[in-house]
């Protein structure tokens, strides 16, 4: 029964999809030449898929067939995966809701990436937690508590090269959100999980954390807040024994936010410290300290991006597509 349901989803969303996808979205917006040092004047937003209900969470995988795209669609409860080679097909599902009732509109997993052993791992809205795809086709829990009350709905997260998982955990997954009566803890929080599996609560003075990302280093946290109240991006310094400093706000998307639908949400950190950040509207280029540099406008709400192989193509989820920017 399953089988066919899974089956008709697909031939209908393929369909829909094909014959509604546009080739390009908006435009790139250049504010300081140091842009071109990534993306060339000849850019464009290409729209690789069209037709899901909320995109979220990208991470790319490479595989000795080229590579390929995954990435979460929430409210589907799914794990969507994104080829040249294959086009869509469907990875996984439920993706982050396994329960047998209702789990209002947005209980699939959100934010996607590989660990050490290029497993992936996945923020889980429903199941409130973070979990590793095994080897094995199995799923272990990471870490679903702090202080033994159950976190809110894990959003985004990063791994560094010693295996730690730095995450927020919001309350966007939650069906009624602040008010839910299964929320158990009375803050939303940034984490740090330690590869030997210690949860350390690293802040909670961020109202609503989503996006996060490391610089290049790791000794500095990029962290996007996505309040309406205060749509900023900060970043906290990592000290020797892995705690933060004091944060900083490089950057407020309150003026885009007035023009454009959105607000600060997943991001990506260059290798040259770079930081691409979703915010209102688009892709918002910028340095570390803030400056920024430019915009990738898709006209859209866009949630998030991550870099292909050899960052030579940045993808973009953006509502109901999936996008590129291939980059120099």
Known sequence: ????????????????????????????????????????EDAKIEVLAAGFTWCEGPVWVDDKQGGYLLFSDIPRNSIFQWSQRDGIHLFMQPSGYTGVSYY????????LALDRLGRLTACEHGDRRISVLTRGGGKRTLVDQYQGRRLNSPNDLVIDSAGDIYFTDPIYGLPERASDPRRELDFCGVYRLAADGNLTLLTKQLTRPNGIGLSPDEKTLVVAQSDPDKPIWMTFPIKQDKTLGDGTQIADASDAMKQSQGLPDGLAVHSSGTIFASGPGGIFVMTMDGKLLGRMITGQRTS?????????????TADSYVCRVKLK
């Open 104 to 111: 209002g509109l947005e209980p699939g997993s959100n934010g």
């Open 304 to 316: 998030n991006c991550t870099f292909g192989k050899d960052e030579k193509t940045l993808y973009i």
């Open 1 to 40: 029964m399953r089988t066919a349901f899974v089956f008709v989803f697909l031939f209908s969303f393929a369909s829909a999809a094909s014959a509604q996808t546009p080739e390009t979205l908006g435009r790139i917006e250049r504010l300081d030449p140091a842009l071109d040092q990534w993306v060339s």
